[in-house]
């Protein structure tokens, strides 16, 4: 449920860029949408109620979500502050590759790794297992970073926005998948 929440800022975001130059009005007050700087503002908005909400259900936040709210507010307020697009456009590769380098160097940090500390306590697997989850996940990081920027760079910015949504629930549902390809086995073993 939390991981679908996840998701709505994102869609909120893509719906609001696909209203620009519209006319939004509401008794004495209207709003015309400005592409993406709308779309930015209301992922900032979003991304604070859908963290607070979290919050307030289930009295605790992950990590992994301030920090997103965090990147959100800070290239957000970049963007809008100095009406450029790419600092919204980069926060998504920057993201990415921090925690690349966080899940890649805790291999060689402590006696586990970020995958077995995040998931340890759910399921028990080999050492071997937890090296592979955790190097997947440092490549589906590596990889949706360097697209992100292939996309923001070699296309349009409408194109980037609608590769942003579909991206991030594709690459999502890929790399959980190959986690539970992954896991399975090691499930089946740990039942008999």
């Not at 790794?113 to 071997?128: A, C, D, H, I, Y």
């Amino acid at each position: 449920m939390k991981q679908l929440a996840e998701f709505v800022p994102l869609a909120l975001f893509f719906i609001v860029y696909q209203l620009d130059e519209h006319t939004l009005s509401l008794g004495g007050f209207s709003y015309t949408f400005d592409g993406i700087f709308s779309a930015t503002a209301v992922l900032m908005v979003a991304t604070v109620l859908q963290v607070g909400l979290v919050y307030l259900f289930t009295r605790e936040v992950e990590k992994r979500a301030l920090w997103t709210l965090a990147a959100v507010l800070v290239f957000g307020g970049a963007t809008l502050a100095l009406r450029n697009e790419l600092f919204i456009q980069w926060k998504p590769t920057i993201f990415n590759w921090a925690l690349a380098i966080a899940f890649g160097a805790s291999q060689f940090i402590g006696s586990k790794n970020l995958m077995e500390r995040t998931l340890g306590s759910q399921v028990r697997l080999p050492k071997f297992v937890w090296t592979r989850l955790n190097l997947l996940w440092v490549a589906n990081f590596v990889i949706v970073g360097a697209l992100n920027l292939v996309v923001a760079y070699s296309f349009s910015e409408a194109t980037w926005v609608s590769y942003k949504l579909y991206s991030s629930i594709g690459f999502t549902l890929v790399v959980t998948i190959l986690t539970a390809v992954l896991i399975s086995p090691h499930l089946k073993e740990e039942e008999s």
